[in-house]
């Protein structure tokens, strides 16, 4: 059988002039599997997020809140406070606590905003706590 192709064995391989070969790695790229689900990856992940639903504060809470709500709202002067308030995810129900700290810029009753003097600003209702030195000396 090989007699047959005794006159072509020893030929160098075929070299294209205009053409270069293509490299190991293209080659392989042309016969990987077809990725059918696109985004798959990204719903299971999304899927197993968690988030938490807002709590409801008592009574109690939302008097010493609006306290000291009254209290920013009347000082001069911009303390730093540390806010604990609720953000929702802005992909699915439910959200985040989150705790952040920095100068009071100012309290906006017409918009309802907490805007402090990072530029950040927190929706009034969804505030959970306030806490820094400045509460500390008063009394509820």
């Given amino acids: 059988m ?3 192709y005794n006159d072509i064995i020893d030929l160098p391989h075929y070299e294209p ?3 270069p070969r293509m490299s190991m790695q293209a080659r392989a790229a042309q016969f990987s599997p077809f990725a ?7 719903a299971i992940h999304e ?3 968690l988030t938490e ?6 009574e109690n809470q939302n008097e010493e809140l609006n306290q000291k709500l009254t209290y920013l709202m009347n000082c001069g002067d911009h303390p730093e406070i540390s806010v604990t308030y609720f953000e929702a995810d802005q992909k699915k129900s439910g959200g985040a606590y989150l705790t952040k700290t920095s100068s009071l810029s100012r309290v906006d009753e017409y918009t309802q905003l ?14 959970l706590a306030l806490e820094g030195e ?3 000396t008063l009394v509820w």
Avoid at 53 to 58: G, R
Avoid at 114 to 127: A, C
């Fill in 114 to 127: 907490l805007v402090l003097s990072d530029g950040s600003s927190i929706k009034l209702s969804s505030i």
């Fill in 47 to 49: 899927t197993g997020r």
């Fill in 134 to 136: 400045i509460f500390d």
């Fill in 17 to 19: 002039k205009y053409h």
């Fill in 53 to 58: 639903e807002q709590a409801e504060i008592s």
């Fill in 36 to 42: 059918a689900l696109t985004g798959y990856e990204a």
């Fill in 2 to 4: 090989t007699d047959k």
